[in-house]
């Protein structure tokens, strides 16, 4: 029996979803101050079936849930990182005649004519898509990715409904820089939703880490690539819940290439794989990671790429004063406005492994205090004066999105890493 859930499609059927998800918020939480028990557990459980029902960009905020800290209560966060985990490993999926349908739309033939092998039952399922097995003519195993049913459409309707916030917010949208930032997101999450783009995103990493030991991206199978359908080399190890469980040593070696895969590409050719979510690894001997999905992927321009360099050599060098003038560059926030002193602090801190002298580790209270300093400063900007404040250059969006979220992963890992001589390695 297949478990796929009809996907909601037009603005006012994703919005009236959410909608429903915030009303369930309000009576649980009144529920909970009269003391009804299981309160949270409820709400944990309506919104993670209201998300993943949903998929598209609603998905991906339950995603992050279950492995961003800071994004819920600190009491919660055990409780939601378990309710959520599952939309991060498999969220609801289509029948397998409609991904059927889909490989036939693209090919002109049905997957089981396509591939020697094919289960027609989805092994992983995600945000915008479900992965299949299947194996070649001459023998490769392969994953199948098959994009679902009217995500666009969907996808369309929740970029939308965020912009007609923003549009509803005026001032003080404008003061935020909502606008830009908004479309942002949509430049990101069409692209997302083109395969071809993801497949040239993923040969890009693999060439620039193709003689690396350790860090491993699967080949992808061109002639069985289209826009709704990637297919790759299919790989095996080990998933982040079995990896966080394993050795000290093993914990240690995965948490170094995951460190060198993000900043020797963000240091060196000036991109990044904007999703670092959990389910994007899978971890072998050795230290070897394979690192999959790369359709958020974000190019900063040569001018940003080098501001973000000089800001990493002042922190290996302990010139704090350069390195602050190097953020303001970076960031394009004059030095005698109230911004700027919230901005170095905040700075400061998310650069706090890199000054370690030694081993250090990253905890989730240090990565959720990354968070809570962004939401007060925020509110600060809300209600300071627009000449005080700048909105976030849109080319960083992203980042961000990056930094807390891998914070996160290397959190869970649990282990000191000396990322100052790493960080030396690859800047060296």
């Known amino acids: 029996m297949s478990n796929e859930r009809k996907l909601p499609i037009s603005r006012t059927g994703r919005l009236a979803r959410l909608a429903g998800v915030g009303a369930r918020a309000g009576f649980e939480k009144l529920a909970g101050f009269l003391g009804k028990r299981g309160s949270e557990d409820s709400l944990a459980q309506a919104a993670a079936d209201a998300l993943g029902t949903m998929r598209g960009l609603a998905l991906k905020l339950g995603q992050m849930a279950s492995y961003v800290d800071g994004l819920v209560p600190q009491e919660h966060r ?21 991904a059927r349908q889909v490989v036939i739309g693209e090919f002109g033939r049905p997957p089981e004519e396509l591939f020697s092998e094919w289960s027609p039952t989805p092994f992983a399922s995600a945000s915008i898509g479900q992965v299949h097995r299947a194996r070649l003519q001459d023998g490769k195993q392969v994953a199948v990715k098959v994009q679902y049913e009217g995500i666009a459409r969907a996808a369309a309707a929740d970029l939308t409904n965020s912009e007609l916030l923003g549009t509803f917010l005026g001032p003080l949208g404008a003061k ?51 826009r709704l359908v990637l297919t790759t080399e299919l790989v095996f190890g080990r998933d982040f819940e079995e990896a966080c469980s394993s050795t000290e040593a093993e914990r240690r070696a995965w948490a170094e290439t995951l460190w060198r895969f993000v900043f020797s590409s963000l240091l060196g050719p000036g991109f990044f794989n904007a999703d670092p979510h959990p389910g994007n690894y899978i971890f072998g001997k050795r230290g070897i990671v394979w690192f999959l999905d790369f359709g958020c992927t974000r190019t900063l321009n040569p001018k940003t790429t080098e501001h973000v360099r000089r800001c990493h050599r002042s922190i290996l060098a302990r010139d704090e004063e350069r390195f ?81 979220g891998f914070y996160s992963v290397l959190a869970r890992l649990d282990v000191a890493v000396d990322y100052r001589a790493l960080h030396g390695g690859i800047l060296a």
């Open 78 to 98: 055990e409780l939601y990182q378990r309710t959520m985990r599952g939309l991060r490993e498999a969220a609801a999926t289509m029948s397998a005649d409609a």
């Open 176 to 226: 935020l820089g909502l606008k830009d930032q908004l479309g942002e997101m949509r430049a990101r999450f069409e692209e997302e939703l083109d395969y071809l783009h993801e497949a040239a995103s993923q040969r890009a990493f693999a060439s620039l880490f193709s003689s690396d030991e350790r860090i491993r991206v699967p080949a992808v199978i061109d002639r069985f690539t289209t």
């Open 324 to 404: 602050y003038r190097d953020a303001h560059e970076l960031l394009g926030i004059p030095e005698g406005i109230e911004q700027a002193r919230y901005m170095r602090e905040y700075f400061r801190l998310c650069f706090e492994p890199m000054l370690a002298s030694g081993p250090y580790k990253i905890t989730h209270g240090y990565a959720a205090k990354l968070l809570d300093d962004l939401r007060a400063r925020a509110k600060i900007q809300i209600i300071g004066s627009k000449k005080e404040f700048r909105p976030l250059p849109v080319e960083l969006l992203f980042l961000n999105r990056l930094q807390l």
